[in-house]
């Protein structure tokens, strides 16, 4: 939200100070990396669903990462409902 609301005083910076801010903000996600055994111990279906959001938003970008996690979970929700 903010990024959208400061995005005209970001234009003029360069890309590499923006792909730096961007690396920061990333930072407590890469620490992660350390507990992924632990994620696997306590439950597999979470754990690649926080495997593959963190890949989709490397590889795309943060808002399509996280409404991949998003749908992924609520279809999980939605599947262990019982009927």
Same mark, same amino acid.
């Given at each position: 939200m903010? &990024? +959208?609301a400061a995005g005209p005083l970001l +234009?003029?910076?360069p $890309?590499?100070?923006l792909a730096s801010i961007i690396v920061v903000g990333l930072k407590g $996600?890469? &620490?992660q990396f350390r507990d992924l055994r632990k994620y696997w111990n306590v439950d597999? &279906?979470?754990w690649g669903i926080w495997v593959s959001t963190y890949i989709f938003s490397i590889c795309?970008?943060?808002n399509v990462g996280l409404l991949f996690g998003v749908v992924c979970t609520v279809a999980i929700v &939605?599947?262990?409902f019982p009927r």
């Open positions: 903010v &990024i +959208y +234009y003029w910076l $890309m590499c100070v $996600m890469l &620490i597999k &279906i979470d795309f970008a943060a &939605i599947g262990r």
